[in-house]
């Protein structure tokens, strides 16, 4: 079975990236920059952000980071997103989630300028990627890193029935619409599983690709593989593991020992979809700025 390795595909990709950003920074005298906006204390969200800002300083990008007090009020996130907006040294614009309760995430949303939304959740980008204008939107960065995965692996997907399990605006929809558009790199016949879905194993062992976005631990078993399934693991679930020094450890939604024994190529978690997902979003903030100095 083939290890699809998003660690070192990522690693491969930051390169790639840094390359760019020197050749601009010596061509242009300007680099692209990102800001993320953390509000309130989240411990993993902080070491998200940490990580964000970290890799972009790694390949050459501005980051910056503004932090808020939990209790702040939304109108002043979305002032600052406004000032964001208007200011042409920040090509792409970050709102960590989850928010605190008083903050309306859509609003956040619909607040942040389309053409700096290198998370692709803005109805617009969403909306292109639907229609098809992959050339003038930004696509959530998890479903496009899924889709570099399968590019760099040269794995097949035309004609391929692609079974995604989970319909989340930032995850299975995406993905979903992704796998189903007329591209070499796509073009899948494409089923979308979820909650209510009945007999969801019916559906799983047709899959010639089949991506599961749930969020339960080790959900997808070997009897709901087909042999030769490509199998994709978006999952990140942490559970109980006395043999770990901390205690716990993670794991995706699919059994790995026991679906790797089926499958003809499959991701680790970690070190699958994960990486993939930082490394898109600087491969987004930096076609934003490419847009924005045609180049
Ligand atoms: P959500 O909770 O938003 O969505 C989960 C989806 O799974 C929903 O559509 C839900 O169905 C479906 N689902 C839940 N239980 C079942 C079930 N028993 N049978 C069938 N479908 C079910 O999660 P996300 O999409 O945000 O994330 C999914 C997983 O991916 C999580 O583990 C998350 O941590 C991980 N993740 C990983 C990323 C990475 O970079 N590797 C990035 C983003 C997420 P319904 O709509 O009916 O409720």
Do not use: W
């Not at 920059?33 to 990008?61: F, H, W």
């Not at 909306?127 to 794995?155: A, N, Q």
């Not at 979903?176 to 899948?188: I, P, V, Y």
């Not at 631990?217 to 679930?237: C, L, Q, R, S, Y």
């Amino acid at each position: 079975m083939l290890i699809i390795d998003g660690k070192k595909v990522s690693l491969e990709l930051k390169d790639e990236l840094k390359a760019s950003v020197d050749r601009y920074r010596e061509t242009t005298g300007k680099v692209p920059g990102l800001t993320v906006i953390i509000v309130g204390e989240d411990p993993a969200s902080q070491v998200y952000v940490r990580n964000k800002a970290k890799t972009c300083k790694e390949i050459g990008m501005n980051s910056s980071v503004i932090t808020m007090p939990a209790d702040t009020p939304e109108e002043h996130l979305l002032d600052t997103i406004a000032s964001l907006n208007l200011d042409p040294a920040v090509h792409g614009i970050l709102v960590q989630q989850p928010l605190p309760e008083q903050i309306d995430e859509f609003a956040v949303t619909l607040a942040i300028d389309p053409q700096k939304d290198v998370d692709g959740f803005h109805p617009e980008n969403l909306g292109r990627l639907v229609m098809g204008h992959l050339d003038k939107c930004f696509v959530s960065c998890t479903p496009y890193g899924i889709l570099e995965l399968l590019g760099r692996y040269g794995i097949e997907t035309s004609g391929k029935h692609c079974v995604v399990v989970g319909r989340s605006n930032i995850v299975g929809k995406p993905m979903a619409n992704l796998m189903l558009q007329k591209l070499k790199r796509s073009n899948c016949t494409v089923t979308i599983c979820h909650s209510a879905t009945q007999d969801i194993a019916s559906y799983t062992r047709q899959a010639d690709i089949l991506i599961a976005a749930i969020g339960r631990a080790k959900f997808i078993t070997p009897d709901m593989v087909k042999e030769g399934a490509v199998v994709i693991d978006v999952g990140i679930n942490r559970i109980d593991d006395p043999t770990t020094k901390s205690g716990t450890r993670l794991v995706g939604d699919v059994d790995y020992e026991g679906v790797s024994a089926l499958a003809s190529a499959m991701t680790p978690v970690p070190g699958g979809v994960g990486p993939m997902t930082i490394a898109m979003l600087l491969k987004n903030t930096l076609h934003s700025f490419e847009r924005t100095h045609n180049l």
